[in-house]
């Protein structure tokens, strides 16, 4: 053990005093002299580059950072920070990357939970694609052609602008980047009326291994079918996605309501499992579980909250949730009626009365943040949710979300996008641990504690394989070091991730980038040569 210990110091030592100056200080000016090579003279390419020695560099790393886990002075840091401002500069750095052998990161709006967009042990050059952020809608066809770094706020508001009655169907928290939110799958409060934001994708632009702008045609429907859902990290840069816009009608009603063990949240928590996935497909009701404490009456217990947003008025509601979910002892009171974008407002918890253009604000506030996901496709028995909530008390802080599927989602074929986790499913299930203490003991307390509730619910959940979000990133479940072991490491998370779709995923990255460029620490690996 001591003499592991030793070698791994050592050779972390020689990897820092040796390599860095011997090797990476020429790579790293001949991939500046790569990119003035390959642009002209009056696009200023140099001017998007940050190196660590520049003092805007720090900034320009932490604007995207979402998560403080990975905002620290020993996390890793890229070599160069490449910030383009069209879709040139994005071919230019993949043609320099490729040639002076360097990793690229890809980074959009930053939200991934692992960091991995801007984070490696491996060194690598960080693209930054925050300025790439048009947004261009139009009504007439329903469609719209939104760039990778616009926020998915910002297409609600230009949507918005344009019409009251259409929507797109994504994810709820409006600084999430369109970028990776989209080819990840993508899923919001639309998913039982309309699917994933993938299964609204018409057409994108990716750059591939070559440098290429291809479009749907020319890039073919195998690798299309790849990117909605297979994250598309793995085969190129997309620079811009076409959506189909949705209709939603001028009136929607929400309503959050609250329900401790005191008020029975374990009988309507079970008897929901039962109606989740059969429920009319205009309603979407995401279910809460949360630990408190207390501390007035120095008790803990659970609060399940459920929020809602349903494609009509209250009254249709009120007579759906009394037929199908009376459990609950839903009132009128509780229904707030009000426009699809005041929705958006309440489900990103805004208060009351703001305006829409508070969907503009680039910048949230952040914490430490862990993410697990499994997949319910049975109820669990009254007594085995009990015990849930027991432990979950037990632990204190981890809170369980459960997103409820059915609807559209059931009548979409497991192999029609990369995302297989369709009919069958009830919930999707998110752990979640939120927690603003620095430090490493608080790290590892907090990240514990996810760990242990995900091993106490394995009876509960999804087997062969134990399935998983690939936007609740993950590297629990399998991480890739791109060594001999690349496709069996990637076969440990891909078929958590994609289930059969995996080997799909292989073939398409076999074709399109069989030396595996495009690698990260949960890409999909090509079959070796
Ligand atoms: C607060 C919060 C709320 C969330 N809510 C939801 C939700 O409601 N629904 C949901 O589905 N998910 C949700 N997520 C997860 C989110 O969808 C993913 O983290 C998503 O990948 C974020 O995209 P991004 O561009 O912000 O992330 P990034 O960190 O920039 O990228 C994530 C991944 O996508 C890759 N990528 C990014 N841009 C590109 C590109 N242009 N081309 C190719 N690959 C690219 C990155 O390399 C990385 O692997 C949430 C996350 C957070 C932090
Ligand atoms: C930092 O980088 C930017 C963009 O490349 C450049 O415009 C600026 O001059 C650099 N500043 C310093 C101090 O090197
Ligand atoms: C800083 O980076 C520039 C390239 O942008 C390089 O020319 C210069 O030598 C670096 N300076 C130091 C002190 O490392
Ligand atoms: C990262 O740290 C800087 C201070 O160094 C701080 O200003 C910024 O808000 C932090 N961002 C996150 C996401 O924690
Ligand atoms: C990166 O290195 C750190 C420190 O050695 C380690 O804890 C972590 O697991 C590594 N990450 C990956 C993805 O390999
Ligand atoms: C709608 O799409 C058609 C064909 O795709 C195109 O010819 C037409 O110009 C578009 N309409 C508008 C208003 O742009
Ligand atoms: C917002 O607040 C106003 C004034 O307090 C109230 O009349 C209105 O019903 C509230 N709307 C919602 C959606 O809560
Ligand atoms: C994780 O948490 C459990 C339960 O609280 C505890 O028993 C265990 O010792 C912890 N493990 C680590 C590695 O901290």
């Given at each position: 053990m001591e003499n592991s210990l030793f070698l791994t110091f050592s050779s972390f030592l020689f990897v820092i005093h040796f390599v860095p100056l011997a090797a990476s200080t020429p790579s790293y000016l001949s991939f500046l002299q790569c990119l003035s090579k390959h642009s002209h003279p009056s696009d200023h390419i140099l001017s998007r580059v940050y190196t660590?020695?520049?003092?805007?560099?720090?900034?320009?790393?932490?604007?995207?950072?979402?998560?403080?886990?990975?905002?620290?002075?020993?996390?890793?840091?890229?070599?160069?920070?490449?910030?383009?401002?069209?879709?040139?500069?994005?071919?230019?750095?993949?043609?320099?990357?490729?040639?002076?052998?360097?990793?690229?990161?890809?980074?959009?709006?930053?939200?991934?939970?692992?960091?991995?967009?801007?984070?490696?042990?491996?060194?690598?050059?960080?693209?930054?694609?925050?300025?790439?952020?048009?947004?261009?809608?139009?009504i007439q066809n329903e469609t719209a052609w939104v760039q990778a770094g616009a926020l998915l706020g910002e297409l609600y508001y230009r949507i918005w602008e344009k019409s009251?009655?259409?929507?797109?169907?994504?994810?709820?928290?409006?600084?999430?980047?369109?970028?990776?939110?989209?080819?990840?799958?993508?899923?919001?409060?639309?998913?039982?009326?309309?699917?994933?934001?993938?299964?609204?994708?018409?057409?994108?632009?990716?750059?591939?291994?070559?440098?290429?702008?291809?479009?749907?045609?020319?890039m073919g429907e195998d690798l299309f079918w790849a990117i909605r859902g297979g994250c598309g990290a793995s085969f190129g840069v997309i620079s811009a996605y076409k959506l189909r816009l949705v209709k939603v009608p001028d009136v929607v009603t929400v309503f959050r309501v609250v329900r401790t063990l005191e008020e029975t949240a374990i009988d309507i928590v079970y008897w929901w499992q039962f109606i989740?996935?059969?429920?009319?497909?205009?309603?979407?009701?995401?279910?809460?579980?949360?630990?408190?404490?207390?501390?007035?009456?120095?008790?803990?217990?659970?609060?399940?909250?459920?929020?809602?947003?349903?494609?009509?008025?209250?009254?249709?509601?009120?007579?759906?949730?009394?037929?199908?979910?009376?459990?609950?002892?839903?009132?009128?009171?509780?229904?707030?009626?009000?426009?699809?974008?005041?929705?958006?407002?309440?489900?990103?918890s805004f208060p009351n009365g703001t305006l829409p253009d508070a969907l503009l604000n680039r910048?949230?506030?952040?914490?430490?943040?862990?993410?697990?996901?499994?997949?319910?496709?049975?109820?669990?028995?009254?007594?085995?949710?009990?015990?849930?909530?027991?432990?979950?008390?037990?632990?204190?802080?981890?809170?369980?979300?459960?997103n409820q599927y059915g609807g559209r989602m059931s009548e979409i074929p497991e192999w029609e996008t990369p995302f297989p986790h369709r009919a069958g499913n009830i919930f999707k299930i998110q752990y979640a641990a939120n927690w603003g203490k620095e430090g490493k003991e608080a790290e590892n307390f907090y990240?514990?504690?996810?760990?242990?509730?995900?091993?106490?619910?394995?009876?509960?959940v999804s087997k062969s394989p134990r399935c998983a979000y690939l936007n609740y990133r993950d590297l629990d479940i399998g991480v890739n070091h791109n060594g001999n072991n690349r496709y069996i490491e990637g076969r440990v998370y891909g078929l958590k991730y994609f289930k059969d779709n995996f080997n799909k995923l292989v073939k398409v990255k076999t074709l399109v980038d069989p030396d595996n460029f495009f690698w990260n620490e949960q890409s999909i690996p090509p079959l070796a040569a």
């Open positions: 660590p020695n520049n003092s805007s560099y720090k900034s320009v790393l932490q604007h995207y950072i979402r998560n403080q886990r990975f905002n620290r002075s020993t996390t890793p840091k890229p070599d160069i920070i490449f910030t383009p401002l069209q879709e040139s500069h994005v071919q230019v750095a993949v043609t320099c990357c490729r040639k002076t052998d360097k990793y690229l990161k890809i980074r959009s709006g930053g939200h991934d939970y692992e960091g991995i967009s801007y984070v490696s042990n491996i060194s690598f050059v960080l693209l930054d694609m925050s300025n790439l952020r048009s947004i261009d809608v139009d009251k009655v259409h929507a797109f169907p994504a994810g709820v928290c409006p600084t999430v980047g369109v970028g990776g939110h989209i080819t990840g799958g993508g899923y919001g409060n639309l998913l039982r009326k309309y699917g994933l934001s993938v299964d609204n994708l018409i057409d994108a632009h990716i750059v591939d291994v070559h440098g290429r702008i291809l479009n749907r045609g020319s989740a996935e059969k429920i009319d497909s205009n309603l979407f009701i995401r279910l809460a579980l949360k630990p408190i404490d207390e501390k007035q009456k120095g008790t803990k217990t659970i609060t399940a909250t459920f929020v809602a947003l349903f494609l009509g008025d209250s009254r249709e509601l009120l007579s759906i949730m009394d037929r199908d979910f009376p459990q609950l002892g839903l009132h009128i009171e509780d229904c707030k009626e009000m426009s699809w974008i005041e929705s958006e407002l309440f489900w990103a910048k949230p506030g952040a914490k430490f943040l862990k993410r697990k996901s499994d997949y319910l496709q049975k109820p669990i028995p009254k007594d085995k949710l009990k015990s849930i909530f027991d432990k979950m008390i037990e632990l204190g802080d981890t809170e369980l979300v459960f990240i514990n504690q996810t760990r242990v509730l995900y091993n106490y619910m394995t009876p509960f």
